[in-house]
């Protein structure tokens, strides 16, 4: 097996580079070539031997990474074109080729569709005997659009690919509903929506095969309950599927509808409740993908979403894409955006303040995956000697709660990174708070909620001597009574240390009352998605209290809003950390020379003694952080060594820019 790099198809290349680019080491899958003899060679040529088509043939069977980039070409204005891969149909056909469940949403014009109908050709046309595909949209009419674009791509292939390995002119079945590959006993299949609760019943029901794909399911009318439905039939299926080596899966592509309206409720709650791709997870073995999925899944789907910038488009392609849109800024927002809209009617916040908000909203620029499992998103990138704040609200990993990590920027308390699941349970939690506190920022202070999930983290960190330290908490005064012997009573006062937030209903009155002026005067600092989706969801309720939507969230807000209460109306922050309640520079606290010194001696001896820290740093972020601590202490003649530990603890984790 070789990587095909002279390929004439520049996208792939592109995407590579774009994968390197992004400090993912697996980053050439897509230009995977198993017979080396078919470098330079055209599928398309007119003077291709019988070997070399058989040879051809042979490698679009087992590589379908051949078979997109250099065999498939799509109708295109008037022309065919060969198929532009981008980092989103290149992520559907990565993730499908494991057979993993999915859920795709990409900005317009970037073929989501197009990437399943491309693979359903390959799957039935050459991976694969005796399967079912069913197709189903919001409407028969869409699924017969996405039937039609099936057979024109396929009868793009070449003509003697076609003639000699596909194509069985009598006993095919070619109509606008249903295709039949005869030679593979392959059948794919439209399947109207339910028009009903009892037809959609009855719809899910009938779908026993192992590979269903639903086109814009968040407008699919009782989407619910034809999911819901078609599991039994789908799992067995599946299983056979599995057991006799052949694909299969359930692939959804959508684009953001009402969260108002049942459907896209349904669809935006199975988001939620997917794991959440990135590009580390390229780099996964099939072993580490599943137990990233079965940590971070509820549903065992995995939801894939990039933005337009993520996909190498800039402003210039924005601004014409709003252009066809007729400047409609409703279908701007979903379709290219990719925001969910709901009703205003109940919001907390106009639509001109969310907008001002989301104007500062930012994709993450680096990532640590912790265990393999815990991805932390930054928005900038950090500066491991800061004194960041990590404010944390507890869930129990048991519901749709979140259990959130905000790290907060003490200069002007903006959002500089955060981790959200509702799949970690509270001793997981733990161990990233402390992982977090004494590896990656040892310089942080620390925040907790303490509610009955919070309760036993603070008392398990409140033991440890790297953490305890830098934990917020505050002295109470408490009235107590003792009986003296002649039987008096007398009362008085002593002092107990409370540690972490309690979010009762005054103080959670309180933080409410602090975010409408947040929002006004600093709505640059609400950088992370997961904060302003939580934020758009905010509803005033008939009796005045201010909550989240039914289908919304404010896990992250409400671990955002426990940091701004504790420095408010706290005196931990200013008294013990030295950050005071007014956006300073005067707030930030950077380790001194030789605490860096000691401080990075640590993380060597950490990596040099814990198996899984070969991974520990994401990319260029931690890697650029230690390189820039080797320079500063490199002049230091006391400190050498320590710097010659450091550059060849960067050589063991095999930080390498050209690799």
């Not at 042979?58 to 590589?63: Q, S």
């Not at 900005?107 to 046309?125: A, T, Y």
């Not at 819901?228 to 509808?257: D, H």
């Not at 409140?462 to 008096?488: A, C, H, I, Q």
Request: charged fraction near 25%.
């Amino acid at each position: 097996m070789i990587y095909d790099v002279k390929t004439k198809n520049i996208s792939f290349l592109k995407v590579a580079k774009l994968l390197r680019d992004r400090n993912v080491k697996n980053n050439k899958f897509m230009l995977t070539l198993y017979d080396d003899s078919l470098v330079g060679i055209d599928p398309r040529s007119k003077n291709l031997t019988i070997n070399q088509k058989f040879a051809i043939y042979r490698e679009c069977c087992r590589n379908v990474w051949y078979f997109i980039r250099e065999v498939v070409i799509v109708p295109a204005d008037g022309t065919e074109i060969p198929y532009e891969a981008n980092l989103g149909n290149i992520t559907m056909t990565y993730v499908k080729s494991y057979n993993k469940n999915m859920i795709m949403i990409l900005p317009r014009q970037h073929g989501k569709s197009m990437g399943e109908v491309i693979f359903d050709i390959w799957n039935l046309c050459f991976a694969t005997k005796n399967a079912n595909v069913m197709y189903l949209n919001k409407g028969k009419n869409d699924s017969i659009k996405n039937l039609k674009l099936f057979r024109d791509i396929k009868n793009l292939l070449p003509e003697w690919m076609l003639t000699s390995f596909i194509s069985d002119p009598k006993n095919d079945i070619d109509n606008q509903e249903s295709k039949l590959i005869s030679k593979k006993n392959n059948t794919i299949k439209v399947v109207a929506p339910g028009a009903d609760p009892d037809s959609a019943d009855k719809q899910g029901r009938g779908l026993t095969t192992s590979n269903i794909y639903f086109d814009e399911f968040a407008f699919m009318k009782y989407n619910e309950i034809t999911y819901k439905t078609c599991q039994p039939a789908y799992k067995k299926a599946s299983e056979n599927a599995k057991k006799f080596n052949t694909p299969y899966g359930i692939t959804i592509t959508t684009t953001p509808n009402n969260l108002d309206v049942p459907a896209g409720a349904f669809c935006y709650s199975m988001i939620e409740n997917a794991a959440k791709w990135t590009v580390e997870c390229f780099d996964f073995s099939p072993e580490q993908l599943d137990d990233f999925i079965e940590a971070n899944s509820q549903n065992s789907f995995v939801f894939i979403q990039y933005s337009y910038k993520e996909l190498g488009r800039d402003e210039k392609w924005l601004r014409e894409m709003i252009r066809q849109a007729n400047g409609d800024t409703l279908t701007v927002k979903r379709e290219i955006l990719l925001e969910w809209p709901r009703s205003m009617e109940s919001s907390v916040f106009t639509e001109d303040d969310l907008d001002k908000i989301h104007e500062f909203v930012k994709d993450s620029v680096s990532r640590i995956l912790v265990d393999n499992k815990w991805v932390i998103n930054f928005y900038e990138t950090p500066d491991i000697n800061l004194n960041y704040i990590l404010s944390c609200d507890v869930a129990g990993g048991l519901s749709n709660d979140n259990s959130v990590i905000n790290i907060i920027h003490p200069e002007d308390f903006r959002i500089v990174g955060d981790f959200r699941s509702n799949k970690i349970d509270t001793d997981s939690f733990k161990e990233l708070i402390k992982k977090l506190m004494t590896f990656y920022l040892r310089n942080a202070v620390l925040v907790i909620e303490r509610n009955s999930y919070g309760l036993p983290i603070l008392a398990n960190l409140m033991k440890n001597p790297e953490v305890e330290p830098r934990m917020y908490r505050e002295t109470k005064e408490k009235l107590g009574e003792k009986v003296k012997s002649d039987g008096f009573t007398v009362k008085r006062k002593s002092n107990t240390i409370a540690y972490g937030v309690d979010t009762n209903t005054v103080t959670r009155k309180q933080m409410f009352d602090m975010l409408p002026e947040i929002v006004e005067t600093e709505y640059d600092k609400f950088i992370s998605p997961n904060l302003y989706k939580d934020i758009a969801s905010l509803e005033k309720k008939k009796n005045g209290k201010i909550e989240h939507s039914s289908n919304g969230h404010d896990d992250s807000l409400m671990a955002y809003l426990i940091f701004r209460w504790a420095v408010y109306y706290g005196t931990c922050f200013k008294n013990m950390f030295g950050i005071y309640p007014t956006p300073s520079r005067m707030n930030v606290r950077v380790v001194s020379s030789s605490d860096n010194i000691q401080r990075i001696e640590k993380v060597i001896n950490v990596a040099n003694t814990t198996a899984d820290n070969i991974s520990a740093f994401d990319g260029n972020s931690m890697y650029s952080q230690l390189q820039e601590q080797a320079r500063k202490i490199q002049g230091d003649q006391e400190t050498r060594d320590k710097t010659n530990q450091i550059n060849l603890f960067l050589k063991a984790m095999n930080f390498n820019n050209d690799d």
